[in-house]
């Protein structure tokens, strides 16, 4: 790797650190240039804009989490086997990085860009869809129809004996723990 690739890997390594404590939308050029002691041309240079900083910064973190997360879990067994790897990997990521003050850039990017339109936002469903796309889809895993890992689901019913071809309704494992905690939802709770 040249120098001034290194040096850029450094930058944005920084970037996703930074990222990770003050958001996508909190991170600029000077507030990157305060932390590591350049000045704003200097990084100018690199980026351009705070969008681009934002883009790059949120391809370094995609990188990163490919390498550490997603990449080690794909060594797994398809199925239910490679989902637990892939949960064990970014929980153990999380915990032992320094580099991640803030946590994972990428979930709380998910939220601070869910509903913002732009250039960001697209990279972030870009990058969600493929990290999903070697997981297992729900009808690949073991059926547990009306259950969680908590017991039955809460409004779940069992197998239609009636003939009917549509999957019994459920209700999703969040809801049944939220049920199970605190009641069900009302307009006035959630």
């Not at 949960?87 to 998910?110: E, H, I, Q, T, Y």
């Not at 239609?160 to 049920?179: K, L, V």
Request: aromatic share 4%.
């Amino acid at each position: 790797m040249r120098k001034g690739e290194q040096t850029r890997t450094l930058i944005l390594n920084e970037a996703v650190a930074l990222a990770s404590q003050v958001g996508l939308e909190g991170l600029s050029i000077g507030s990157l240039a305060e932390r590591l002691a350049m000045s704003k041309s200097g990084l100018f240079a690199h980026f351009g804009s705070k969008e681009d900083l934002q883009l790059l910064t949120l391809k370094q973190a995609q990188t990163l989490f490919f390498e550490e997360v997603l990449s080690p879990a794909l060594k797994h067994a398809r199925g239910l086997p490679r989902l637990r790897a892939l949960f064990s990997n970014w929980l153990a990521w999380v915990k032992r990085n320094d580099d991640l003050p803030g946590g994972c850039l990428m979930l709380a990017a998910c939220v601070e860009y869910d509903d913002r339109p732009g250039a960001v936002r697209d990279l972030l469903v870009a990058g969600s869809a493929s990290c999903a796309a070697p997981l297992p889809r729900r009808s690949a895993l073991p059926s547990t129809k009306g259950t969680s890992n908590l017991g039955p689901i809460p409004g779940s019913s069992p197998s239609s004996s009636s003939g009917s071809s549509s999957p019994p309704t459920t209700t999703s494992g969040c809801s049944a723990m939220r049920a199970r905690s605190i009641g069900p939802a009302t307009p006035w709770n959630g």
